[in-house]
């Protein structure tokens, strides 16, 4: 019973640890990008106001990455604390992508460093920009190779086994995996949109605020146009997914889905509940959908849970997972896409007060869609932690104490979120945009009208 | 050379250099606390903050490095530390979250806070202590077989005298090999009354640091013979050793070749450690995991070995542009940048 336990408690503390890592995780890959898109437009068209946007950002994100290097630590250490057994086979497969992982975001907090103290320090136009390269380079590989490791626990492969003894193995084949390529351009697009999201929505939140002037138009300019297009990707990215999933875990998909039953021509499910009969009640249901989704013809056979072996079903709840991930991720789509829209048809305001408004609660929704999008892929891969070969309760640590250390991690992560926001809040109120304006731009008038 | 051998090699120095670059970091904040209590702090802040701002997410990096390298190259031995480390470990990780907010805190959010500078302080003796327990362990002893599971026997490790014999020798290691480091730096900086406080720090932890080594070997013979025969055998080391520690002491003490005392306390680390690798062969957790019988499979050590070549040719050219940068850009030691 105790070992059960253990499992249960390895469970959440690292469930814990991954939802509040992979709010930093996502705009500590995602915001060099915009940072990095900024200071280039500025230096671009010799504006000021863009380098000006870069700085600020850069401000809140070095503080963002101090806490992502905090909860990057601990899960990094955590899956070898609290899933010996898991690590000690993954260990001799996959460690090679872990391995790298460090070296880039070594790389990524070598040239941040350099990034954030040489401001105005060189002679060349682009000198200062180019050091942002590496940063998101660095901060897109980490992702990348991160995202290998997961894949991996997918769809394991490039290993024989013997027993419990690894008897062979190739390192780039269990990295090349089936889930990789699919996997890796999601999290990347997600990481992308999710963080031109929240930089948008914080410039609408001080338009609605303060009022409208040239540089929140060009802020949001900026941050509405990333935010589409890679939005646009992301749902790719998604369709891409879906379709990888019909093909190789065809039983994450059919438990996202509510596909009980193996049919040609499968309708797509939205929202519902279930019965304890497993009926599906007040669905929405679009005809064949899913088999087009799962395989680009509407009458191609999906396969379902009738399928797979009953120990081997997922927990269905994923369904509402998967529904509010693609929801939030189509709203976030229509929002960009009115936004620019709007800039280009005269007649429509692209600042009215509504469309801000959803700018603003666009971000959230963002970041929840990753969340649940995460939540959605991990717990559709039990009962396994490396799926066909080992299940999740093999792979945790038994010990007696794992509740203290979930404790801990809990007040921990209490006290990091709190205090992370308080500071942000702080820095910016401390220097507010107009103050820093008035030093760096005397001549005009906050917003670049002249006095 | 085999693989596994040129791995731990490899790990080998990372810990090394871990020991060094993080001693040196956690020192500061032990040494801004102290100062602080003692109303000295304004000699002391604007030089520790200015040395560490741009190195503290480096640091962190080489622990990854360590015991991911570990974990890779000996999958075994993360099994092993992995379900003994459960406790010790996580005291690290939240302590880290300690260390990485303060920096955050202090230096991007820029307010002072006396309960904060006293957590960075006492985080940073605390961190090298529960980290020490690993090197610990390593000697074999420790550890509990039961159901096919591997624990820490908790009891038998608190009341070891040859784990605190470890702990202290971490604990006053760091205090002395920052202090060194920062002695040097302050005159670089031409910060004459740091210079002069931190070199009084130094001096003063010289004597405990090498009671505290010689504690830790005697107490080796006692836990574990073999590994400490194998060190006997190999005195010279550790001979070389005690000579860069009474160069490296006389050289702060006569005032003069900052530079080259810090390189003596780095050459007195390196033997130390290195005597006490070698003499840890063939294992790496006594009497449970070896070197090659417990190492991964060739191809993933290949594939590591060349990752590992890579990583350094791009990482080496990027530190040198950073500490060009910051380190040795004396007008930014100085402070006029």
Same mark, same amino acid.
């Not at chain 2, 840890?280 to 009497?287: G, I, K, Q």
């Given at each position: 019973m105790f070992a059960y336990d253990s499992v249960i408690l390895a469970r959440m503390l690292t469930s814990m640890t991954l939802v509040f890592h992979i709010i930093f995780a996502t705009i500590g890959a995602g915001v060099p990008l915009l940072i990095c898109a900024a200071e280039y437009v500025g230096i671009r068209k010799r504006d000021p106001k863009y380098v000006l946007l870069a700085r600020r950002w850069t401000r809140g994100y070095v503080i963002i990455v101090a806490v992502g290097v905090v909860t990057g630590t601990a899960i990094g250490l955590q899956l070898f604390l609290l899933w010996p057994t898991f690590m000690q086979i993954a260990g001799h497969v996959i460690g090679l992508p872990l391995f790298m992982e460090t070296f880039a975001f070594f790389f990524e907090a070598i040239f941040l460093g350099a990034y954030i103290y040489t401001w105005d320090r060189f002679k060349g136009r682009y000198t200062h920009w180019y050091l942002s390269l590496p940063v998101v380079i660095g901060g897109g590989m980490s992702a990348v190779f991160i995202t290998t490791v997961n894949a991996f626990m997918n769809?394991?492969?490039?290993?024989?086994?013997?027993?419990?003894?690894?008897?062979?193995?190739?390192?780039i084949m269990a990295m090349l995996n089936p889930a990789t390529p699919s996997k890796v351009f999601h999290v990347l697009t997600s990481s992308y949109m999710t963080s031109g999201a929240?930089?948008?929505?914080?410039?609408?939140?001080?338009?609605?605020?303060?009022?409208?002037? &040239?540089?929140?138009?060009?802020? #949001?300019? *900026?941050?509405?146009?990333? %935010?589409?297009?890679?939005? /646009?990707?992301? @749902? !790719?990215?998604?369709?891409?997914?879906?379709?990888?999933l019909a093909n190789y875990q065809p039983e994450k998909l059919?438990?996202?889905?509510?596909?009980?039953? &193996?049919?040609?021509?499968?309708? #797509?499910? *939205?929202?519902?509940?279930? %019965?304890?009969?497993?009926? /599906?009640?007040? @669905? !929405?249901?679009?005809?064949?959908?899913?088999?087009?989704?799962?395989?680009?013809?509407?009458?191609?056979?999906v396969t379902g849970l009738d399928k797979v072996d009953a120990d081997l079903i997922p927990p269905l709840w994923i369904h509402y997972m998967f529904d509010l991930m693609v929801i939030f991720g189509a709203f976030g789509i229509l929002i960009s896409m009115l936004f620019i829209v709007f800039m280009f048809w005269k007649k429509r305001d692209q600042y009215n007060k509504w469309l801000l408004r959803a700018i603003v609660v666009n971000a959230p929704l963002a970041m929840l869609a990753i969340e649940f999008g995460w939540i959605f892929a991990e717990?559709?891969?039990?009962?396994?932690?490396?799926?066909?070969?080992?299940?999740?309760?093999?792979?945790?640590?038994?010990?007696?104490?794992?509740?203290?250390?979930?404790?801990?991690?809990?007040?921990?992560?209490?006290?990091?979120?709190?205090?992370?926001?308080?500071?942000?809040?702080?820095?910016?109120?401390?220097?507010?945009?107009?103050?820093?304006?008035?030093?760096?731009?005397?001549?005009?008038?906050?917003?670049?009208?002249?006095? | 050379m085999s693989y596994e051998i040129l791995g731990l090699s490899a790990l080998w120095f990372f810990l090394f250099a871990y020991l060094i670059i993080a001693s040196i970091d956690f020192g500061a904040g032990f040494f801004a606390?102290?100062?602080?209590?003692?109303?000295?702090?304004?000699?002391?802040?604007?030089?520790?903050?200015?040395?560490?701002?741009?190195?503290?997410?480096?640091?962190?990096v080489f622990f990854i490095f360590f015991f991911y390298g570990l974990a890779f190259f000996f999958p075994d031995a993360g099994y092993y530390f992995g379900s003994a480390m459960l406790i010790p470990g996580s005291i690290v990780l939240l302590l880290i979250g300690i260390r990485g907010s303060f920096y955050a805190f202090e230096n991007y959010g820029?307010?002072?806070?006396?309960?904060?500078?006293?957590?960075?302080?006492?985080?940073?003796?605390?961190?090298?202590?529960?980290?020490?327990?690993?090197?610990?362990?390593?000697?074999?002893?420790?550890?509990?077989?039961?159901?096919?599971?591997?624990?820490?026997?908790?009891?038998?490790?608190?009341?070891?005298?040859?784990?605190?014999?470890?702990?202290?020798?971490?604990?006053?290691?760091?205090?002395?090999?920052?202090?060194?480091?920062?002695?040097?730096?302050?005159?670089?900086?031409?910060?004459?009354?740091?210079?002069?406080?931190?070199?009084?720090?130094?001096?003063?932890?010289?004597?405990p640091q090498i009671i505290a080594s010689l504690t830790a070997f005697i107490f080796i013979s006692?836990?574990?013979?073999?590994?400490?025969?194998?060190?006997?055998?190999?005195?010279?080391?550790?001979?070389?050793?005690?000579?860069?520690?009474?160069?490296?002491?006389?050289?702060?003490?006569?005032?003069?070749?900052?530079?080259?005392?810090?390189?003596?306390?780095?050459?007195?680390?390196?033997?130390?450690?290195?005597?006490?690798?070698?003499?840890?062969?063939?294992?790496?957790?006594?009497?449970?995991?070896?070197?090659?019988?417990?190492?991964?499979?060739?191809?993933?050590?290949?594939?590591?070995?060349?990752?590992?070549?890579?990583?350094?040719l791009m990482l080496i050219p990027s530190l040198i542009l950073v500490m060009r940068m910051f380190l040795f850009d004396a007008e930014y030691v100085k402070g006029k940048k």
């Open positions: 769809t394991p492969q490039g290993f024989t086994l013997d027993g419990r003894t690894i008897t062979s193995v190739d390192p929240i930089l948008a929505a914080i410039t609408a939140f001080f338009i609605l605020k303060y009022g409208n002037n &040239t540089y929140y138009k060009k802020a #949001l300019k *900026l941050t509405m146009i990333i %935010t589409l297009i890679f939005s /646009i990707f992301t @749902a !790719i990215a998604g369709d891409t997914s879906a379709k990888f059919a438990a996202a889905e509510w596909h009980f039953k &193996t049919e040609k021509g499968a309708d #797509l499910i *939205l929202f519902g509940r279930l %019965t304890e009969d497993n009926e /599906i009640q007040g @669905a !929405i249901h679009l005809p064949k959908l899913l088999s087009f989704l799962s395989f680009g013809d509407f009458n191609s056979e717990v559709g891969r039990q009962p396994w932690i490396l799926r066909g070969y080992m299940r999740v309760a093999e792979g945790a640590i038994s010990s007696p104490y794992v509740h203290y250390v979930f404790a801990a991690f809990l007040i921990l992560y209490v006290l990091l979120g709190t205090f992370v926001t308080l500071v942000l809040v702080r820095l910016y109120k401390k220097n507010p945009i107009q103050k820093e304006w008035e030093m760096r731009f005397p001549d005009t008038l906050f917003g670049g009208d002249q006095k | 606390y102290y100062a602080l209590q003692t109303k000295k702090d304004h000699i002391l802040n604007r030089l520790i903050a200015r040395y560490l701002s741009p190195v503290w997410e480096i640091t962190n820029s307010r002072k806070s006396k309960l904060y500078t006293f957590l960075y302080g006492a985080s940073g003796l605390f961190i090298p202590a529960a980290i020490a327990t690993g090197l610990t362990i390593s000697e074999g002893g420790f550890l509990r077989h039961e159901n096919g599971s591997v624990y820490l026997r908790y009891k038998e490790l608190l009341t070891n005298p040859f784990s605190w014999a470890v702990v202290f020798l971490a604990v006053v290691s760091v205090l002395y090999i920052s202090a060194h480091f920062l002695t040097y730096y302050a005159n670089k900086a031409g910060d004459e009354p740091a210079r002069k406080l931190l070199r009084s720090y130094a001096l003063f932890w010289a004597a006692r836990q574990n013979p073999a590994h400490y025969n194998n060190m006997l055998d190999l005195w010279w080391m550790f001979g070389l050793s005690v000579l860069f520690f009474l160069i490296g002491i006389y050289l702060v003490y006569r005032e003069s070749h900052y530079g080259l005392s810090f390189i003596c306390v780095m050459l007195q680390f390196f033997f130390a450690l290195l005597g006490y690798g070698i003499g840890h062969m063939p294992y790496l957790l006594y009497n449970e995991i070896q070197v090659t019988a417990d190492a991964t499979l060739p191809a993933m050590g290949t594939a590591l070995l060349i990752a590992f070549a890579g990583g350094l």
